[in-house]
């Protein structure tokens, strides 16, 4: 709809895809959702063993060596066969935690794929993805073995584990109230927004200017926004901000480019994915859960969840959706099916041209 009814109406067959590729995904059993996540796992795995080789032969390539905002001080950032070092994070915590629901037979295949996975996430230096990943294992460890440490936990004849999980949490409460009664964070956070790392995580690395011209373009086009080409070269130039290939936010993406319509369907389409997400959980083994938190958080800073076109950032969604859609198919099949009661009458009803009369006592059937 906002391709054709937008202020900037534009059509192309790169909308076609995201809709066949989706049709044929939410048809997904289990065994093809198996099939589909091992070949994830096993590509992505090669894809970031690539782009570490790649340092030795062709460095330049591959790192950034002029990055000066991560963590790492001196540390080159790694870009890889990637668009983006970001994109190469998405892709090596997808791998990750591939790796984590289906893994190797041989134990040495998971120590080597773990092992190419954290260093390029190490190198990649993505901060997000890293606390990306850490929730959505924390979400398959807890579907999977939170009722067994919550049991472990609440034990009255083992009750160290859980002394020790409240002593720890005491600790930590106790050493947080000394910071904030003896660390002066007033004078710091103050002395940290000043230099240019705090200005620029102020202004969330300039992305409150973009924010700011995709509202306005919302309000200029409330009903079905710009249309899908806003983010493309010519606008950009238009705008002075060359490298904003998106919104980087996912609802105010959705809302510059598709307008309340868009906006909308957005927010209902995301309330049913979590919804499913939950419901599917414990059957998916927490892959559902996993995948919804992944998509959630790059949400904040990208546009995973754009069917305009297809990408990297798709295949996040799209196993999400085979998660779903296989874990659906299974509830169905697995509930009875209630035979119709029959209508209780004093008379037994004549037969019907299609049914036989009931055999007497005396004839054969």
């Known amino acids: 709809m906002p391709a054709l009814l937008g202020a900037h109406p534009e ?14 995904v939410v048809l997904a059993t289990d065994a093809e959702r198996d099939q589909a996540f091992q070949a994830a796992r096993n590509v992505l795995l090669l894809f970031m063993a690539a782009s570490l080789l790649l340092i030795a032969v062709e460095p330049t390539l591959v790192l950034d060596t002029a990055y000066r905002q991560g963590l790492l001080p ?25 790796l984590l629901a289906y893994p190797f037979r041989r134990a040495w295949l998971n120590r080597l794929g773990w092992l190419i996975g ?35 936990l609440g034990d009255p004849v083992r009750p160290e584990a859980g002394m020790l999980t409240v002593v720890g949490f005491m600790l930590a409460v106790l050493g947080l109230s000394l910071v904030l009664m003896f660390g002066d964070l007033g004078a710091r956070l103050d002395t940290f927004l000043r230099s240019s790392e705090g200005a620029q995580l102020a202004s969330l690395t300039g992305r409150d200017q973009i924010w700011a011209i995709a509202w306005q ?19 950009r130039i ?15 993406d959705t809302l510059s480019r598709s307008g309340t319509v868009g906006a909308v369907a957005l927010v209902g389409y995301a309330l049913v ?18 995948l919804f938190v992944a998509l959630a958080i790059r949400s904040h800073s990208e ?52 049914e036989p009369p009931m055999a007497s006592p005396g004839y054969g059937a």
Request: aromatic share 8%; proline share 6%; net charge positive.
């Open 238 to 252: 238009s705008i002075g901000m060359p490298n904003a290939t998106h919104a980087h936010n996912q609802f105010m």
């Open 11 to 24: 059509m192309s067959h790169n909308y076609v895809y995201s809709l066949i590729i989706g049709m044929a």
């Open 118 to 152: 954290l260093t390029v996430l190490f190198l990649a230096q993505s901060k997000t993805t890293w606390i990306s990943l850490i929730l959505c294992a924390l979400c398959i460890l807890g579907v999977r073995r939170g009722s067994a440490v919550w049991r472990q």
């Open 217 to 235: 373009e919302w309000r200029q086009h409330p009903v079905f926004g710009y249309g899908p080409q806003i983010w493309e070269a010519d606008f």
């Open 303 to 354: 546009v995973p969840l754009s069917l305009f076109g297809y990408g990297a950032e798709l295949l996040t969604h799209l196993l999400l959706l085979m998660t779903l859609a296989a874990a659906s198919q299974r509830r169905a099949r697995s509930v009875p099916v209630r035979p119709a009661r029959a209508a209780q009458s004093a008379f037994p009803h004549p037969p019907t041209a299609t």
């Open 273 to 290: 994915l979590l919804a499913l997400s939950l419901r599917h959980a414990r059957a998916s083994r927490g892959m559902s859960l996993a």
């Open 74 to 98: 001196g540390v080159p950032r790694l870009t890889g066969l990637a668009a983006h070092a970001v994109s190469l994070g998405i892709l090596g915590q997808l791998g990750l935690l591939c």
